[in-house]
């Protein structure tokens, strides 16, 4: 069995403004700051078995003001920078309808499938409600750290930092019977 922590990009892997009460997400690489105290703590999950996808929604893409190779140059820095295993981007605008603009659970079955998850057995981290909707979705427990984007929406867990949530995961996973991969 193997087990995913999604973890969501804008505000935890890496910084964002807040303009008006909304995270404006980067759109150079020269804005694009990556939350490099998170890679020690990442490394635990990782030696923990787990694996490690990063989702984010961009629909700069769709609304044409992020460029595809702009996004691609920072995901590469995020790549060099953590120990992640894939980052999944939804390029859509909410009125594409499409399946995988969190909250549509989309980017995490699309994981899923490539990475043989067990989805109802894998995790959520994130600052905002949207990734717990997805998360209740398809059965993954939903761990968001304290902000003011979390909304009311069913979640799991409230934690204030990174570490605590990484501290919880390896706790609740250390309750799973490890089985035959
Ligand atoms: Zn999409």
Redesign the pocket.
């Known amino acids: 069995m193997k087990l995913g922590v999604f973890i969501e990009r804008d505000g935890v892997l890496n910084q964002v403004r807040v303009e008006r009460q909304h995270q404006v997400s980067p759109l150079t690489l020269e804005e694009f700051k990556v939350n490099t105290d998170a890679a020690p703590l990442l490394k635990q999950l990782k030696a923990a078995g787990l694996t490690l996808i990063v989702t984010t929604?961009q629909?700069g893409i769709?609304r044409g003001y992020l460029m595809r190779r702009e996004l691609d140059r920072m995901h590469d820095l995020m790549r060099r920078s953590l120990p992640i295993d894939d980052i999944l981007?939804?390029?859509?605008d909410e009125t594409?309808h499409?399946?995988?603009?969190k909250p549509?659970s989309?980017?995490f079955v699309e994981a899923g499938y490539k990475w043989r998850l067990t989805l109802d057995r894998s995790f959520v981290i994130s600052d905002k409600w949207q990734d717990a909707e997805a998360a209740r979705a398809v059965g993954c427990t939903s761990l968001l750290l304290k902000s003011p984007w979390i909304g009311s929406a069913h979640h799991d867990f409230v934690l204030p930092n990174l570490s605590a949530v990484v501290e919880k995961i390896l706790h609740l996973r250390a309750g799973v019977p490890a089985l035959a991969v």
């Open positions: 929604n629909p769709s981007v939804c390029a859509h594409d499409c399946p995988c603009r549509q989309g980017l």
